[in-house]
């Protein structure tokens, strides 16, 4: 499980990281991410903020959940289910492609 981790990287170091965790995730297991996942759309959302700041501080980025699944497919896994909770975190469940 990890929690707002991959939204301190870009893209290719967010990969690198996930495929890392792809090579000691059995075939069996799962990857928690615990992140914003920003709405699709023009709609609001305080992600949207921490969309900057991460820019601005990391050169990260908060992503939707098509960019997450994107990013995973890339890495081996995939989404299979993305639980909302009663605060702006999503629990993005990945399992093993």
Same mark, same amino acid.
């Given at each position: 499980?990890? @929690?707002n %981790?991959v939204h301190?990287w870009d893209? +290719?170091?967010a990969?690198a990281i996930?495929?890392?965790?792809? #090579? %000691?995730?059995?075939?069996? !297991?799962?990857l928690?991410?615990?992140?914003?996942?920003?709405p699709?759309?023009?709609?609001? *959302?305080?992600?949207?903020l921490?969309?900057v %700041?991460?820019l601005?501080n /990391?050169?990260? @980025? &908060?992503r939707?959940? &098509?960019?997450?699944?994107?990013l995973?497919? #890339? /890495? !081996?896994f995939?989404i299979? &289910? %993305?639980i909302? /909770? *009663? *605060?702006?975190?999503?629990i993005? &469940?990945a399992?093993p +492609?």
């Amino acid at each position: 499980m990890m @929690k707002n %981790v991959v939204h301190d990287w870009d893209d +290719d170091h967010a990969a690198a990281i996930l495929a890392n965790c792809r #090579r %000691v995730v059995p075939a069996d !297991g799962a990857l928690l991410l615990v992140e914003w996942a920003l709405p699709e759309g023009n709609l609001d *959302s305080l992600g949207k903020l921490y969309d900057v %700041v991460m820019l601005v501080n /990391t050169g990260g @980025k &908060e992503r939707t959940v &098509e960019e997450y699944r994107q990013l995973l497919a #890339r /890495t !081996g896994f995939r989404i299979n &289910e %993305v639980i909302r /909770t *009663s *605060s702006d975190f999503n629990i993005i &469940e990945a399992l093993p +492609d």
